[in-house]
């Protein structure tokens, strides 16, 4: 797990929905203990993982069998993508509200 490759961390499980293997996971939830916290948080805030980065571990199993395990590890990383406004995001805030008015306007005038 990426959470507990941090240095910092003293604990990490998992938690929630992951953790009691329900049906479906709407999010991952993962509980740490340390010491600094700070660090951990800007540690798994660090994404993309880098190239060649364990991120998880793949079991493949048949019941009663566990037939291999298999690391997944990252290979290449795409490039992020282009911004897609420059502007400062008070620029874009008063420029989506003002596109908001327009718009409720345009709905009453018909």
């Known amino acids: ?13 998992l938690a ?5 293997r329900t049906e479906t996971v709407d999010r991952l939830v993962v509980a740490v203990s340390s010491h600094t916290p700070e660090r951990v948080l800007a ?3 660090a994404y993309p993982p880098a190239p060649g980065e364990r991120v998880a571990r793949l079991k493949i199993t048949l019941p009663g069998l566990t037939v291999g395990r298999v690391p997944l590890v ?7 993508p282009p911004p897609i406004d420059d502007r400062p995001w ?3 805030a008063v420029a989506t509200v003002a596109d908001a008015i327009e718009t409720a306007l345009d709905a009453v005038r018909g």
């Open 90 to 92: 008070w620029a874009r």
């Open 1 to 13: 797990m990426r959470v507990r490759a941090g240095a910092d961390v003293v604990h990490a499980e």
């Open 74 to 80: 990252v290979s290449s990383v795409p490039p992020p």
């Open 43 to 45: 540690h798994v805030a």
């Open 16 to 20: 929630g929905a992951l953790r009691r």
